[in-house]
C-alpha cells in the first residue's frame, strides 16, 4: 500500500476555509505574505449562468470563465491523473496593501496559498 502524505499547512488552509463563512460583512480579512500584508473584504464567488464572453465582463470575470471553459470542455488530457491539492487561492477585494513603505488600494486581489504566511481578522 502506496503512503500518503498530508501537511499540516494543509488542514489549516481546510479550517480558514472554514472560519472564512463566519465573516460578516464588515469583517476584513488580513493576509500576511513576504510581499507586505492585503487587508480586504472576502470575494463572493461568483455562479455563471454562460460561459460565453460579454461585452461588459472584466478582468477577473473573463479569468474565471475561461479557466472553468477550460474545466468542462475536458481540455485535460486522458492520461494525466488529477493529484489533490490544497485550495488554490484566497480572493480579496476593496483591498489595501501595506508595505514597509507606503500603502496601496487596489480593488481586488487573488493570492494563491502558498503565498500566505498568516492571516487574522480585523483592520489596519
Do not use: C, W
Not at 480579512?29 to 470575494?43: P, Q
Not at 485535460?76 to 488600494?105: H, Y
Amino acid at each position: 500500500m502506496d503512503k500518503k502524505f498530508f501537511s499540516y499547512k494543509y488542514v489549516k488552509i481546510l479550517a480558514l476555509n472554514s472560519t472564512l463563512k463566519t465573516f460578516k460583512d464588515t469583517d476584513k480579512l488580513m493576509l500576511h505574505t513576504s510581499n507586505g500584508i492585503y487587508v480586504g473584504k472576502l470575494k463572493e464567488p461568483v455562479k455563471y449562468q454562460k460561459l460565453d464572453f460579454q461585452p461588459n465582463d472584466d478582468f477577473q470575470t473573463v479569468f474565471h470563465k475561461t479557466y472553468l471553459s477550460f474545466l468542462n470542455d475536458g481540455n485535460i488530457p486522458e492520461n494525466f491523473e488529477k493529484i489533490a491539492e490544497n485550495p488554490l487561492s484566497i480572493e480579496l477585494e476593496d483591498v489595501t496593501l501595506i508595505t514597509a513603505n507606503t500603502r496601496i488600494s487596489i480593488p481586488y486581489v487573488e493570492l494563491f496559498v502558498d503565498q500566505i504566511i498568516g492571516y487574522s481578522k480585523g483592520s489596519l
